[in-house]
């Protein structure tokens, strides 16, 4: 779990968090001290580490207990941010974990997207809180149900009953069986994926079952078999969360690039090396590609030796930007959020998991905003000097900006006849939302009447403290 401030975090027994700039520090309680320096010299945690999969973790002393100081992912992204083929990734890889544990003489106590953070593509579980040692004649794993309930329900959720994944923001403990298959049709709550799952559990009610089961005594099993039992079991979930994943469907902005219409061959590769010349120039070490649609722009930036965050509001075409980023191996991670409406902080006093911007903020030293403007204009409805108050908060340094002019066919067809509030801005008007807060490196005009911008913030020079 992560915290937004230097409070710790207050939920695992056995340690707390405290966030500190660059780094991540675990205070672990002197009862738990053992148990963790234990596994923190198995080899499948050293490798996890080796592999990126794990945070590392530099064992300091701290009055009987311990500090275990981690780095600090750059940029957080939550489970309600994730397109499905992140939430797939987490998924698997806590069950990959989970079952190389098992080998080591470990087992997963919690199983929860919440415990995992992409670098890039790539996801990382950071709680090394999370294992306890095995009893070998035991084939249960205490966190089956918070698997079920908190990686596959949200998927089969959004594949068969079209919630949105973002709805996870308010089920920290995932859905119940009940309350999805009150939501199902009858030949949904019979369907294969729904019903051992679902509709056994609810017509069953297992889950008061379940939770008198734990506190049972269990059966002992010989190892080689409870080991046998466990391994089969992981496996089968990873099979059915890969089931689980909804296709992707066609949606207008991810369709966007191949159907473009107020863009030629030849624009749009002016577009295109104008924007690379510019990246290679300036070889940032990190960019925000706002609005990044198909991801080609954010691709581009990664080619350049950036590490790129891809924040895109379209859920089709965020998932395809996850999915480039980890079958190309880019160096892409995908949020899926709208600037217009960013995600709120939330948690217990809104300080567990913190807002979107406030995350972001300063955090590049490019921001890009190609064909994006008009969008918060016209859509939204955003002054235009406050959607460069934002910019100006958003980069460290430079601003990439297309900005399309009222005459563009795009932004025609956007105004839905309020050509008297939009239909004269102008240039000029770009320039005067800029005073005081950019200055203009590089102006490049297409031949479609559009015009690329290269702005420098002016560090201090903004005085009405947006």
């Known amino acids: 779990m992560t915290f937004n401030t230097s409070d710790p975090t207050f939920r695992d027994p056995a340690g707390s968090l ?4 660059g780094r991540a520090v675990r205070h672990i309680r002197p009862e738990s001290r053992a148990e963790v320096l234990a596994f923190l010299a198995t080899p499948f945690y050293q490798r996890a580490v080796e592999r990126g999969e794990m945070s590392s973790s530099v064992v300091e002393e701290d009055a009987g207990g311990l500090r275990l100081i981690h780095p600090r992912v750059r940029i957080v992204s939550y489970p309600w941010e994730w397109t499905p083929a992140q939430w797939l990734a987490a998924a698997e890889l806590t069950l990959k974990l989970g079952e190389q544990a098992l080998d080591a003489g470990w087992i997963l106590k919690d199983a929860t997207p919440l415990n995992i953070l992409f670098v890039g593509p790539q996801p990382v ?27 596959l329900f949200p998927l089969l959720s959004k594949k068969m009953l079209h919630w949105p994944l973002e709805l996870t923001l308010f089920k920290r403990d995932g859905y119940e069986p009940a309350e999805m298959y009150a939501a199902m049709r009858w030949t949904q709550k019979m369907s294969r994926a729904a019903l051992w799952p679902i509709t056994l559990p609810a017509l069953l009610d297992k889950k008061k079952a379940a ?36 296709r992707e469907a066609a949606s207008e902005w991810a369709e966007y690039m191949g159907t473009l219409t107020h863009y030629s061959k030849d624009e749009a590769e002016q577009k295109r090396d104008w924007v690379k010349a510019v990246l290679e120039e300036l070889r940032p070490e990190h960019v925000l590609d706002v609005g990044a649609n198909t991801g080609e722009f ?32 880019l160096a892409i991670q995908t949020i899926h959020a709208d600037l217009a409406r960013p995600t709120p902080a939330v948690g217990w006093e809104n300080r567990e998991s913190s807002a979107l911007l406030p995350r972001l903020e300063e955090k590049f030293e490019v921001v890009m905003m190609l064909a994006v403007i008009h969008h918060l204009l016209l859509l939204e409805q955003i002054p235009l000097a406050a959607i460069m108050a934002l910019s100006e908060r958003l980069t460290a340094r430079y601003l990439i900006v297309e900005w399309v002019p009222a005459t563009d066919p795009m932004f025609v067809s956007l105004m839905r006849g309020r050509d008297d509030l939009y239909g004269s801005l102008s240039e000029a008007d770009l320039m005067a939302a800029c005073e005081g807060r950019f200055r203009v490196v590089q102006r490049q005009g297409l031949n479609n009447g559009r015009v690329l911008f290269l702005f420098e913030r002016q560090i201090g020079a903004s005085t009405d403290g947006a």
Do not use: H
């Not at 734990?214 to 466990?230: G, N, T, V």
């Open 298 to 329: 954010s691709a581009l930036a990664a080619s350049c030796g950036a590490e790129v965050v891809a924040l895109e509001r379209d859920a089709e075409s965020a998932e395809r930007i996850a999915n480039l980023s980890r079958t190309q191996k």
């Open 211 to 246: 939770e008198n089961a734990a506190s049972a005594p269990q059966a002992k099993r010989d190892p080689e078999i409870a080991l046998a039992i466990l391994k089969r079991m992981l496996r089968g979930l990873r099979k059915r969360t890969q089931n689980a994943v909804p």
């Open 125 to 151: 579980l950071v709680d090394v809180l999370s294992f306890d040692r095995r009893e070998p004649t035991s084939a249960v794993w205490l966190a089956y149900a918070q698997y079920v309930r908190t990686f």
């Open 18 to 21: 405290v966030l500190e700039l």
